[in-house]
Every structure is written in structure tokens, then in C-alpha cells.
């Protein structure tokens, strides 16, 4: 559904300078109420001042109109016609054929300024679909649009050429059922001075009629591994990083979720990556791959995965790293003995022929290099899943050798291969084996050029 804007490799590296490998991300919707109501407000509104001067009109002359008054005054007859429409709103006047006249609220805020006057408006509050509390006036602003509407639906086209509907509205736990009186409490149970902060007027004086839209927003949920153990937390997929905020990118991935995770952090301590296979017709000759999801589903059956993230049997995952992007990674000729799968640990270990039999030598030995692959799910939120990484290793010591090779010639690319030899002699006999398992063809023809071309030059 979304796209987030989140710097995957900052993220990690971030991490490992922590002593911790990231593992892989969740993705939660989380459920969030939006409020429709109608509020009674005294926060001073910058055309009071208009509206003061506009009373003050009409008390001299009741039937003084619009027109007039704007003439006067040099504004706008649709303006003063606005204004007076407020006023008549909010029961500071009444008319009566083609006369205006104060009401006796309206003498007590303009005349005898014994009360205070108070705007009566429609105003949308947002609040946690959990625990029904306001939420950080962030959901005001740049969250509002990452909010998804149970109303919100789209047209697609899938891969048979069918249009169809997509609802991405899908909350992973249950919306509280709102109660109004328990919604204005925990509204009102914010201090005058902080209400700011949550998007709430300062000056708020009631809360009339109530109505409600359910919504929820995408929340990530990363695991890493440190020394000791599994970390699973919530981060936020749409955070902005700005050097002014003197946070680093961990804290400020951390900073605007950390507001719901006491709801969820009993829960995500005990979500875990699953394979599933998916159901094949008798009748059908469509080849089908096992796919990436997660136990959330059934999440309150698991009581003791806090240091699990794994769930997989070794045949779902053969196939599944077997399967050509985008079902899997394209490891072909992969095998049991090729995998550590522990429930907190997955390690692939790379050989000569999974190099060989790769449809992408260059990524690849890239990954290798790297020591780690990731996909991204961004068409698949609604398995829970947003981002899975495995890790590469190597036992074998033609590989190790190709990675050293691979490493020091790509400082000679603007060099010949002679400069490379006199350096690096014991590569001298296996340059172009090299060249043609790394995939690096542009050097191999740079080779072959100049070893079996005449130079005219």
C-alpha cells in the first residue's frame, strides 16, 4: 500500500555499529480512530476582531446590512455576509426580518464581557484505536496521509489483465469500540499546556456530537540479533532524518512509534517469519512456491518466540531460495548442507556451482562480497511482511579466492591486466577463469583485447 521512505543500508549499518545484524522487518497496520466532531472552542480567532467591529454596527443600527457595513469599513459584502452567518451560528446574533440583535449570550461577550466566546466548529481528533487517547499532533499533519480509510479503495490491473478492487484497509488487531463519553474523557485528560502536542485546541471547551471513521496506519516492526539476543521494536517506515534534529537514524526511526508500543510489544515479541505453500488445484499445471508471511495471524498461540524469528522447514526454504525473483532469491542447486536454519540464525553458504548455475553471477558475488541479500514486499504488506534478508558465507576456497581476485581488480579497471600480474602474480594463471565466474564480461573482453589483439598504436 505505502511507499516507505526508509534508508534500508543507513539502517543496518546503524545497527552493526550497535553490535546488532539486522534480520528482517514486519509490517503492522495499526488500528486509529478518526473523530468527526462538533466542538465548542474559546481559542481567539484571528477575524474576532471583525466580528467585534461588526457588532458594534449593528448595535447602533439593526438594520444596517452587509453591504453597507463592508463599504464602511472597505471590505467585502460576501465577507461581513460570512461573519454575520458565524455570529448568528454561534448564538451571539439573531435576525428578525432585516434586523440583528444581540442575544443575551451575545450581550454577555460583547457588552458586559462576563462570558468568553466560544467558536463552535467541526473538528476531526484522531486517537489510538487501542487504548481510544489522542494521538501526537504529527497525525495531524504529516501522518494524515499515510492514514488508510476503511473507505479507501483503488482499480488495478492484475497480471491476467483484470481490473480489480484493492481495499487496503486490513487493521492487524481489533478497533476498541468507541464510546463518546470515554473518548471527550481521555481528550479532556490532556493538560491545557499540552494539548498542542496533540492536536487538540487549547481551548477546548466541549464536545458535542461524535462521529467516527476507522483507519489504521503501517507500522514496521525490525528484529536484530545482538550478542545475546533477539530485538524486535518498532521503527517508522516514513520518518524524516534531518542533521538539525541531533538524533541519529535509529532514534529518529524509533521517535513518533514509540506511542503505540506498549500496546503492541507483549504481541511482536512473538512474531516470527513462516513459509507457506500455496493451495494447488488437482487439475493445475501452474508451478507454485512457497511464499514469505508471518504467525501473526495466530500470534496469541505463541508464548515463548522472543528469541525465534524463523519458522521454517528445510524443504519450504530450499524452494523458496531456489525460486527466480520475484518469488525467491535465484539460488539454484541449493542444498541442505549449503544452509544454517536455526530459529534465530539463516546463513547460506555459497559454492562454485551456485555461482555457475546463477542467472546473475555479478549480484551474486556482490551479495557475497556484501555477505548479505535482502528482498522488499512492498506488494505483499498484507502478509506482514516488508522486508527479509539472508546472510552469505563461503567454505569454499576457490570462491574465497575469486572474492580477493574480484576485490583488487575492479583498483586496476583503468590499468592493463600486465600492471595487475606484476602486482598480484599469483592471479596470473587464473585471470580469465576468474573473470568469466565473477560474470564480469566487460573485463573479460578488456582481457582477451589484450592478449590475443595486435596493438596498432
Not at 349 to 365: F, P
Amino acid at each position: 500500500m505505502s511507499n516507505f521512505s526508509i534508508d534500508i543500508e543507513k539502517f543496518y549499518e546503524e545497527l552493526s555499529g550497535m553490535g546488532r545484524q539486522l534480520k528482517g522487518i514486519f509490517c503492522l497496520q495499526y488500528p486509529i480512530f478518526c473523530i468527526h466532531s462538533e466542538i465548542s472552542d474559546s481559542t481567539p480567532d484571528p477575524l474576532d476582531n471583525l466580528d467585534k467591529v461588526i457588532v458594534d454596527f449593528i448595535k447602533v443600527k439593526p438594520d444596517f446590512n452587509s453591504f453597507q457595513i463592508g463599504s464602511i469599513i472597505g471590505t467585502s459584502k460576501s465577507l461581513i455576509e460570512l461573519r454575520i452567518e458565524k455570529l448568528i451560528s454561534d448564538d451571539l446574533l439573531t435576525k428578525q426580518g432585516n434586523n440583528h440583535q444581540l442575544t443575551e449570550y451575545g450581550i454577555s461577550v460583547f457588552e458586559t464581557k462576563t462570558q468568553v466566546r466560544l467558536h463552535k466548529q467541526s473538528y476531526d481528533f484522531f486517537i489510538d484505536g487501542i487504548t481510544l487517547k489522542p494521538l501526537p499532533r504529527i497525525f495531524y499533519n504529516y501522518y494524515k496521509s499515510k492514514l488508510i480509510s476503511e473507505n479507501y479503495s483503488y482499480l488495478y490491473t492484475n497480471q491476467r489483465g483484470e481490473t480489480k478492487i484493492a481495499r487496503p484497509f486490513a487493521p492487524d488487531i481489533v478497533h476498541t469500540p468507541p464510546e463518546k463519553s470515554l473518548i471527550a474523557d481521555q481528550i479532556f485528560a490532556v493538560e491545557r499546556e499540552e494539548r498542542e502536542a496533540f492536536g487538540i485546541p487549547i481551548g477546548l471547551q466541549g464536545i458535542d456530537e461524535i462521529s467516527f471513521t476507522k483507519m489504521s496506519f503501517q507500522v514496521l516492526v525490525s528484529v536484530s540479533k545482538s550478542n545475546k539476543e533477539l530485538i524486535k521494536e518498532l521503527i517508522d517506515g516514513y520518518a524524516i532524518f534531518s542533521l538539525r534534529d541531533e538524533l541519529s537514524y535509529y532514534q529518529t526511526l524509533r521517535e513518533n512509534v514509540i506511542f503505540f508500543e506498549q500496546q503492541l510489544n507483549d504481541r511482536i515479541q512473538n512474531i516470527e517469519f513462516k513459509l507457506m505453500v500455496p493451495f494447488q488445484k488437482k487439475d493445475s499445471n501452474e508451478k507454485t512456491f512457497p511464499y514469505l508471511t508471518t504467525n501473526w495471524p495466530e500470534i496469541d498461540r505463541y508464548k515463548d518466540s522472543t528469541n525465534k524469528c524463523y519458522n521454517f522447514s528445510s524443504e519450504d526454504l530450499i524452494n523458496f531460495l531456489k525460486a527466480d525473483m520475484p518469488f525467491g532469491f535465484g539460488i539454484k542447486e541449493i542444498e541442505a548442507t549449503n544452509i544454517i536454519n536455526d530459529e534465530d540464525n539463516l546463513m547460506i553458504n555459497i559454492r562454485v556451482n551456485h555461482l555457475l548455475k546463477s542467472i546473475n553471477r555479478q549480484k551474486l558475488l556482490s551479495d557475497l562480497i556484501r555477505k548479505r541479500d535482502y528482498k522488499i514486499f512492498n506488494n505483499s504488506l498484507e502478509r506482514n511482511v516488508f522486508l527479509f534478508f539472508i546472510n552469505y558465507s563461503t567454505d569454499d576456497p576457490v570462491v574465497k579466492d575469486l572474492i580477493e581476485f574480484i576485490e583488487l581488480i575492479r583498483e586496476y579497471q583503468r590499468f592493463p591486466f600486465s600492471r595487475f600480474i606484476e602486482s598480484h602474480p599469483k592471479f596470473a594463471n587464473n585471470i580469465r577463469r576468474f573473470l568469466l565466474l565473477a560474470g564480469e564480461f566487460d573485463l573479460l573482453e578488456k582481457y582477451d583485447i589484450e592478449n590475443h589483439m595486435i596493438d596498432l598504436m
